[in-house]
């Protein structure tokens, strides 16, 4: 996480208003509502009257079923968090009478909470019923409806004694009694923001009855809170002073509620957060900044001991983290970022992850003051020490200047960005004329962006597709060389997967062959990787070289292109490093074998016979590398009806080049395997250590099928490792008698299997070689 530093910054006493601001606003709301009977009605009851008269309460609780709670994605029933009993709206009814008092009770709650009143609406939940020792434990409400800002509970006349309503927001607490319904004389509401933690304490006497509402603010135009006719001049000041200093570091403003993504718009921002982000949004309007809502997240990890470790060292604090005490030592890693982006109408935004500064976060509570919604302690495990992972949530209102929008947004996740900048440039088409220029002009700023940070991708690495496949050519649709060029510099820098098959040829052909030469030279040129290892060509690479090289064209510019092209390629690929043979996976094809076929029919197309010999030359010499069965015969049978089609004949270079593989299968086809006549087998065992002696002594014996090697366990290890290197002719087992244990060897006839099957693979791909008349 970056963290900035400098001289007077303006962060600081924004973020000392902010925290007045959120001291002073108001949370929970509670009143006695007018007397008024509210004509319960219970199905299968009948009228139920409060105060409950005797034996009322019994029935009522007969009649209802046990509450349950929310746990993630889970809803379950445990008396142990939640005792309580429940009706469901369809199950009950009331009066109307009541139906208007808690309307009012609606537009009290509203004024006080900072809603709009005119568009709050009560909507009835459930009917709620505490026995004596009913409680339920910290939680915060889930957002039932769309658009739901607040939570209302009216409790009923009834005599009861706790179930207080504890209602918490950040450091804050307030208890509502509800003493006029627990003294059975009137009813009493309470109403506060859906997100704050709340708890219903235990019921020690007697029975509360509640109703509980959701409060959702209906649609409707969106109306800000009013702000003055120009904003306060120290808040643009201080913004203004931010993004001068620091351009694409976004200005963030922590809220002092939290939402979920549906609630991420000014119209369902509560008390103190709507004021806020009203005079952020007018101060950034001032001072040339675009203003947005997202989610902020903070992933910490420190390292961390438990009580009883005594390795630690140092000063460090002692936290409680479910009941077990462990002191935090030093930070490893803090990663900080927005996501989850809306604009102020609650537009959502398709930008991915932005990655934030810290001292750019104006917060009520200090950043590392903020309460973790997750924790994860993990102690030692041998591999890796102790660390304690942190997770933070914040909503906020993030600020950045308009000028520098689309450098801001792909910095963090440029992939996220591609579809909004395909959809942009499609729109040019609908655009009327005289805005064609400064749209094009947009596109243009929002594509260099997205080639300034555009991310690393491995061709190894690549699983399926992602929008970075379809920017090249809505980069083209732009028609702009120097937006090519540096589109193509970047990806020889970091990007070996991102298809380039039609886009290069494409872009030659409008701006000329000799237009990105350079840049083509750099995709292709050889590099090594941190290791200081040569990487192989990317296939990527040489499916856009044998479009390019397939061009029917007699521009000699693309002659001189495409030779140079070749030479390049040619010598990549022949001058790569070595791979062992026992790193590869011999059932499937390597990368390299899989784009042979691009190369060759490139130097064909090109006809570029010198180089097509020296690959042919080069694929023989490595036969651990390139195939028969991966390799070299699926390349010729992609590559000779490709010659018939383009030239009318098979290209000679490539003729010899089956002539000399039909001849090597004709070879090892002329006889079959014959099995062993004895024990003997081959004994190629390299290591010359005494234990291997033995190894070789027995393999080669035609009379022994069964071996005996008394050894210490490094040493029978190290005959295993020998005998599974050279796949020899043995399974092994331990006989634990004696000292020390002995390995037990008995020959088999793997070689012979494997020559058999070997066989099968040859005659195989002898039949399924082409012909070439």
């Not at 005079?279 to 910490?300: E, K, N, P």
């Not at 609650?346 to 917060?363: E, R, Y």
């Not at 750099?522 to 690479?541: E, K, M, N, T, V």
Request: aromatic residues 8%; proline residues 6%.
């Amino acid at each position: 996480m970056g963290k900035s530093r400098g001289k007077s910054s303006p962060v600081p006493a924004l973020a000392a208003a902010v925290h007045a601001a959120a001291r002073s606003a108001k949370f929970v709301v509670d009143g006695a509502l007018p007397a008024a009977d509210p004509g319960l009605v219970v199905e299968g009851i009948g009228p139920v009257p409060v105060p409950l008269r005797r034996g009322a309460a019994k029935a009522l609780v007969a009649a209802c079923h046990a509450a349950p709670y929310g746990k993630g994605t889970q809803t379950l029933v445990d008396d142990r968090v939640r005792k309580t009993f429940e009706l469901d709206p369809a199950q009950f009814s009331l009066g109307a009478g009541w139906t208007a008092a808690v309307a009012d009770a609606t537009r009290t709650a509203a004024q006080a909470l900072g809603l709009p009143a005119d568009r709050l609406e009560a909507r009835l939940y459930k009917l709620l019923v505490y026995e004596k020792g009913g409680f339920f434990l910290p939680h915060r409400d889930s957002e039932k409806h769309d658009r739901m800002v607040a939570s209302l509970i009216a409790v009923l006349p009834n005599p009861f004694e706790g179930g207080t309503l504890v209602v918490r927001h950040g450091p804050a607490e307030e208890k509502i009694p509800f003493r006029d319904a627990a003294s059975g004389t009137g009813a009493w509401f309470a109403a506060f923001y859906a997100d704050c933690e709340h708890e219903v304490a235990r019921v020690t006497a007697g029975v509360r009855i509640a109703l509980a509402y959701n409060l959702v603010l209906a649609p409707g135009a969106a109306v800000r809170p009013a702000t003055p006719a120009a904003p306060a001049d120290a808040l643009v000041e201080a913004i203004g002073s931010w993004v001068a200093r620091h351009p694409t570091k976004p200005l963030v403003f922590a809220l002092d509620h939290h939402y979920t993504q549906r609630g991420l718009s000014l119209d369902l921002l509560k008390g103190a957060d709507r004021t806020l982000a009203a005079g952020v949004a007018a101060a950034a309007g001032h001072a040339g900044c675009l203003v947005h809502l997202a989610q902020v997240s903070r992933h910490l990890t420190n390292s961390a001991f438990d009580e009883y470790d005594r390795y630690g060292y140092g000063d460090r604090r002692t936290r409680l983290q479910g009941g077990q005490q462990i002191r935090v030592g030093e930070e490893i890693e803090d990663e900080l970022y927005a996501e989850e982006w809306a604009d102020l109408d609650g537009k959502k935004q398709s930008w991915g992850a932005v990655a934030l500064d810290s001292v750019a976060v104006v917060s009520a509570t200090p950043l590392d003051d903020w309460k973790p919604t997750a924790e994860e302690y993990e102690g030692y495990t041998g591999n890796a020490g102790n660390t304690l992972d942190r997770w933070y949530h914040r909503s906020a209102v993030v600020v950045w200047p308009r000028d520098r929008h689309y450098d801001v947004v792909t910095r963090g996740h440029a992939a996220a960005c591609v579809p909004q900048f395909r959809s942009m440039v499609k729109g040019l088409s609908k655009t009327p004329k005289a805005k064609r220029d400064a749209a094009r002009g947009e596109c243009l700023r929002f594509a260099r962006a997205l080639v300034a940070n555009w991310p690393h991708r491995y061709a190894h690495f690549r699983e399926g597709t992602s929008p970075c496949d379809q920017f090249p050519a809505a980069l083209l649709a732009l028609h702009d060389r120097d937006a090519v060029a540096a589109f193509l510099t970047v990806l020889a820098e970091r990007d070996e997967a991102t298809p380039l098959k039609t886009f290069v040829a494409a872009a030659c052909r409008e701006f000329g062959w000799d237009a990105f030469e350079r840049e083509l030279k750099l995709l292709i040129s050889p590099r090594a990787d941190q290791y200081g290892h040569r990487r192989d060509l990317a296939p990527r690479d040489l499916e856009w070289l044998a479009e390019v090289c397939g061009e029917t064209t007699h521009d000699p510019e693309w002659r001189l292109l495409v030779g140079e092209l070749c030479r390049v390629a040619v010598g990549r690929f022949c001058e790569r490093d070595a791979r062992p043979r026992w790193g590869r996976d011999c059932t499937t094809a390597t990368a390299a074998e899989k784009s042979l076929p691009d190369l060759l029919r490139a130097l064909a197309a090109a006809g570029r016979d010198d180089d097509f010999a020296r690959v042919i030359r080069y694929v023989r010499e490595s036969p651990s590398d390139f195939t028969l069965d991966y390799g070299q015969v699926p390349a010729l049978k992609e590559l000779v009806p490709w010659s018939r089609e383009r030239f009318g004949s098979v290209y000679p270079p490539l003729r010899a080049w089956l002539d000399a593989v039909r001849a090597e299968l004709e070879r090892a086809t002329a006889a079959e395997p014959t099995p062993p006549a004895d024990w003997a087998r081959p004994a190629t065992v390299e290591c010359r250590c005494n234990f291997c002696t033995q190894l070789n002594t027995f393999l080669a014996d035609p009379a022994a099928g069964v071996g005996r090697i008394p050894a210490g366990e490094d040493s029978r290890r190290h005959v295993i490792q020998q005998v599974e290197r050279h796949r020899s002719d043995v399974t092994h087992r331990l006989e634990r008698t004696g000292r020390p244990y002995t390995l037990v060897l008995t020959k088999t006839t793997g070689s012979y299997d494997r020559a058999v099957q070997r066989y099968k693979t040859d005659c195989r791909l002898l039949r399924e070689l082409p012909s070439a008349p």
